[in-house]
């Protein structure tokens, strides 16, 4: 199988962040990886990240040092 590589970039969403990776991380296809880039959130975005990064090791977390924009 393919790796399917899925990308996330993320400000301010700790609000959908979980349901977001949920959603993912219940799919049938099983050989991904999350790469979240957070473009430095001043919610608990990373908080939220960070905890799922934990849990599953296809989940990379990124945090800007900065806000970067699009």
Known sequence: ENMVSI?????????????T???????TYQNFEIIISDD?????????CEKYKNKDMRICYVRQPHNVGM
């Not at 990308?7 to 349901?19: S, V």
């Not at 990776?21 to 799919?27: P, W």
């Not at 919610?43 to 939220?48: K, Q, S, V």
């Open 7 to 19: 990308g996330i970039p993320a400000y301010n969403r700790a609000n959908k962040i979980g349901r």
């Open 21 to 27: 990776i949920e959603s993912l991380l219940a799919q």
């Open 40 to 48: 430095c959130s001043p919610d608990d975005t990373r908080g939220i």
